[in-house]
């Protein structure tokens, strides 16, 4: 069974860090870009993180670059993503999906695998 499984989500006040994993099974990732998206309520999800997970190369949003850190373990066909110095503004569920392309897209309409989400809640 093809699957991407999230965790490593919950509650952490301002300026916390979580570190989130985003475990495939049923496939490797070698030839995907892995994607980190969040969607906070009311909102249209957005690109996080992406990582070319055959050589590690990563993208990040704008805003996102400095805080948050997208990773790869090879052998354990897993990506994660550390979250630092957490703001309110970052509560959002978190999902992880694949794209099986040569070329990068931040667009979520063409990534083809996703997870079922973890919560992040970032709150005093």
């Known amino acids: 069974q093809v699957q991407l499984v999230e965790s490593g989500g919950g509650l952490v006040q301002p300026g916390g860090s979580l570190r989130l994993s985003c475990a495939a099974s049923?496939?490797?990732?070698?030839?995907?870009?892995v994607g980190w998206f969040r969607q906070a309520p009311g909102k249209e999800r957005e690109g996080v993180s992406v990582?070319?997970?055959?050589?590690?190369?990563?993208y990040y949003a704008g805003s996102m670059k400095g805080r948050f850190t997208i990773s790869r373990d090879n052998a354990k066909n897993t990506v994660y993503l550390q979250m630092n110095d957490l703001k309110p503004k970052d509560t959002a569920v978190y999902y992880c999906?694949?794209?099986?392309?040569?070329?990068?897209?931040?667009?979520?309409?063409?990534?083809?695998?996703w997870g079922q989400g973890t919560q992040v809640t970032v709150s005093s």
């Open positions: 990582i070319l997970f055959r050589d590690g190369t990563t």
């Open positions: 999906a694949r794209r099986r392309s040569a070329y990068i897209s931040w667009n979520v309409r063409n990534y083809d695998t």
């Open positions: 049923g496939f490797t990732l070698n030839y995907d870009y």
